[in-house]
C-alpha cells in the first residue's frame, strides 16, 4: 500500500499569512493527488485535484504544487473562512490512501 | 448539478448489519464510479472500495473485504454498501463519492451501542 505522510498535523497561523501543507508520499504517484478541506460537520471538498489544477469555483488563494513524491498545498494568504480541516488523497493506485489531515487555526 | 443524497443515521446493535444508501443525480449514473470511504473521529479516512455501477465490478480495501458489500440499483441510479457484523470499531461517519473523488455524499453517521 502507498503511505502518505501529511505535516504539519495542526498549523496556527494568523489572517493574511503564507500557509503551507505537505503531503508525502512513500513511492512515486506521479501527479495523482488530491487535495481537500472540510470543516466540521460537512463532507470533504475537492480543492485541488490532479497535484496542481484548481477545482472550479474554489478560490484562487489555493494552489498545489508537486516534485517527485512531495506535494505541497499553499494558501498564500490565509482568510477566516480558510479554517477548516485539510486533507491530501492519493488515487494513484488501490488501495487509495488519505493524509492524517492538518488542522488549521487562527493564531 | 452532481449531487450524492445518502441515507440518514443509523443507530444499530453490535452484531448487526446496516445497509447505507447513496442515491446520484446530476450526471450519468453508469459512467462514474462509486467510491465509499470510512471517515472515524471526524479525522482519519479510509477508503473502503469501489463499484463500477455499470457491470458491478468490485474493488475492496482488503481491510473491508469481509466488512462491506457494494451493490447498486441502476433503475434508481442508487449506490448501497452494506456493513455487516457491526461491532464499536465500525461507528463512523461514512461517505460515497464519486470517482475521481470529485463530488461527496453528505455523509452518514453510523453508531453502534447495545
Known amino acids: 500500500d502507498i503511505q502518505v505522510t501529511q505535516s504539519p498535523s495542526s498549523l496556527l497561523a494568523s489572517l493574511g499569512e503564507r500557509v503551507t501543507i505537505t503531503c508525502q508520499t512513500s513511492q512515486s504517484i506521479s501527479n495523482n493527488l488530491n487535495w481537500y478541506q472540510q470543516k466540521p460537520g460537512q463532507a470533504p471538498m475537492l480543492l485541488i485535484y490532479y497535484a496542481t489544477s484548481l477545482q472550479t469555483g474554489m478560490p484562487s488563494r489555493f494552489s498545489g504544487q508537486y516534485s517527485g513524491r512531495s506535494f505541497t498545498l499553499t494558501i498564500t494568504s490565509l482568510e477566516p473562512e480558510d479554517i477548516a480541516n485539510y486533507f491530501c488523497l492519493q488515487h494513484y493506485s488501490a488501495p487509495f490512501t488519505f493524509g492524517s489531515g492538518t488542522k488549521l487555526e487562527i493564531k | 448539478q452532481v449531487n450524492l443524497l445518502q441515507s440518514g443515521a443509523a443507530l444499530v446493535k453490535p452484531g448487526a448489519s446496516v445497509k447505507l444508501s447513496c442515491k446520484a443525480s446530476?450526471?450519468?449514473?453508469?459512467?462514474?464510479?462509486i467510491h465509499w470511504v470510512k471517515q472515524s473521529h471526524g479525522k482519519s479516512l479510509e477508503w473502503i472500495g469501489y463499484?463500477?455501477?455499470?457491470?458491478?465490478?468490485?474493488n475492496y480495501n482488503e481491510k473491508f473485504k469481509s466488512k462491506a458489500t457494494l451493490t447498486v440499483d441502476k433503475s434508481t441510479n442508487t449506490a448501497y454498501m452494506e456493513l455487516s457484523r457491526l461491532t464499536s470499531e465500525d461507528s463512523a461517519t461514512y461517505y460515497c463519492?464519486?470517482?475521481?473523488?470529485?463530488?461527496w455524499g453528505q455523509g452518514v453517521m453510523v453508531t453502534v451501542s447495545s
Open positions: 463519492t464519486r470517482r475521481h473523488f470529485d463530488y
Open positions: 446530476g450526471y450519468t449514473f453508469t459512467d462514474y464510479y
Open positions: 463499484i463500477n455501477p455499470n457491470s458491478g465490478y468490485t
